[in-house]
């Protein structure tokens, strides 16, 4: 595949050591401000022969970045976080563009095996009210948005599954949480790349699940793979769509 990086932070040089490594050609490297980028924005000249653009950038830049690709009838990969209140408008722009893009809070195939066992813990612990669920995240200094997309992707598996907790509060509680509030809390510092933990606790013992991602390579690898899946195909995806098809499996 011939792909055009959008967005070159930490993510991007990721994706862009991942292409190369499975054989790809990077097309262009777009950002409009990193150093190392070869344009500034995805134009008509850039497009032309581009099989997919991979997107890590900036939740503003989404649904600009969007419209872009169904003007130029581009398929895509987006891994940036922190617009999904959007997702309607996101709809309409692949639709009506004809375009095929896959989205996600995380792309790496060991985060989507810890969603399963979230899901499964959750309906296992289901009939024991004695179990209460709560959880956290921690990622490096860097990151612009909170609570991370993973975090809201395991909380909704969580609230889907859980027969009590039908409520997610991410923000700082300055009381006691209510029967049916999942409280999922979020810690920023150091480079730590991303680490997700739900626990299971009564007063007898407690159960961690625990996701760490050791560098961003698992996801980096994940959006390349899931960019590889979306050739030829249209409408709009959920990362648990594609690895649905690599774990064969139906997504929690
Ligand atoms: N789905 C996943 O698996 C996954 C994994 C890791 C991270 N993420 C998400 O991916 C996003 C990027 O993460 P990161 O760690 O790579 O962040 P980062 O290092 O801050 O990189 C984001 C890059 O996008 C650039 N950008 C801003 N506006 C843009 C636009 N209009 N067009 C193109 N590029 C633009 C930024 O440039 P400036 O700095 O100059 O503004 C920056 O270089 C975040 O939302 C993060 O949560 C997702």
Same mark, same amino acid.
């Given at each position: 595949m011939n792909v055009a990086i959008v967005g070159y932070g930490g993510m991007g040089l990721e994706v862009e050591r991942v292409l190369r490594a499975r054989g790809h050609e990077v097309a262009a490297r777009i950002d409009?401000?990193? %150093?190392? /980028?070869?344009?500034r924005s995805l134009t008509e000249e850039i497009a032309r022969g581009v099989d997919a653009a991979i997107e890590f950038s900036l939740a503003d830049a989404v649904l600009e970045n969007a419209r872009v690709y169904a003007r130029l009838g581009v398929n895509a990969v987006v891994g940036t976080t922190?617009?999904?209140?959007?997702l309607d408008q996101m709809k309409s722009i692949v639709t009506d563009g004809g375009i095929g893009l896959v989205y996600g809070s995380n792309f790496s195939i060991g985060a989507h095996i810890f969603f399963a066992l979230v899901a499964a813990a959750t309906e296992l612990s289901n %009939?024991? /009210?004695?179990y209460d669920i709560l959880g956290w995240e921690v990622h490096h200094k860097r990151k612009k948005d909170s609570p991370s997309g993973t975090a809201l992707s395991i909380a909704k598996i969580i609230t889907a599954g859980h027969?009590?907790?039908k409520k997610v509060v991410t923000e700082k509680l300055d009381r006691a949480p209510g029967p049916e509030e999942l409280h999922f809390a979020s810690v920023r510092g150091g480079d730590v790349p991303g680490i997700h933990t739900v626990l299971l606790d009564s007063a007898f013992d407690t159960i961690e699940l625990t996701h760490s991602a050791r560098n961003r390579g698992g996801m980096a690898a994940g959006a390349v793979r899931a960019a590889e899946w979306v050739q030829g195909k249209k409408g709009l995806f959920e990362a648990a769509d594609f690895i649905q098809d690599v774990l064969g499996r139906k997504k929690p």
């Open positions: 409009p401000a990193a %150093p190392g /980028a070869d344009a922190g617009w999904y209140g959007k %009939p024991f /009210a004695e027969a009590r907790k």
